[in-house]
């Protein structure tokens, strides 16, 4: 019984220490084929990094108000999950560096 104790203990900890965020991606239009890839990095990332994802909603294709590497339309993909923040900067360089990715929007939601 004092091993549940501590797990909760640990597991309640660990809740105060996470933030809930917000993820707004738009992603490369003639890779639509890899929207559930990338969809598929974010959810094992914060995972992975004990998180949890809380939703996650696809917008569609939709036109930019201004071009992004030559590109009129993107896959707007919208996502909210639950994260301690020392991962947030880490989460940031992996969307860089992903190539699907035109643009993200990562926000900590009070």
């Given amino acids: 019984m004092v091993s549940e104790s501590v797990t909760e203990k640990e597991a309640k900890a660990a809740d105060k220490q996470a933030h809930d965020y917000e993820l707004v991606l738009i992603i490369n239009p ?6 559930t890839a990338a969809i598929d990095n974010v959810t094992q990332f914060v995972t ?18 201004y071009p992004i590497k030559h590109f009129a339309e993107g896959f707007y993909v919208q ?19 992903t190539e699907e990715v035109l643009r993200h929007l990562l926000i900590k939601v009070e």
């Fill in 30 to 35: 003639e890779a639509e084929a890899k929207v």
């Fill in 48 to 65: 992975g990094k004990g998180g949890v994802v809380a939703e996650m909603q696809q917008w569609g294709k939709r036109r930019l108000a």
């Fill in 79 to 97: 996502a909210r999950f639950k994260m301690d923040p020392k991962f947030a900067r880490e989460f940031k360089a992996n969307l860089l560096i």
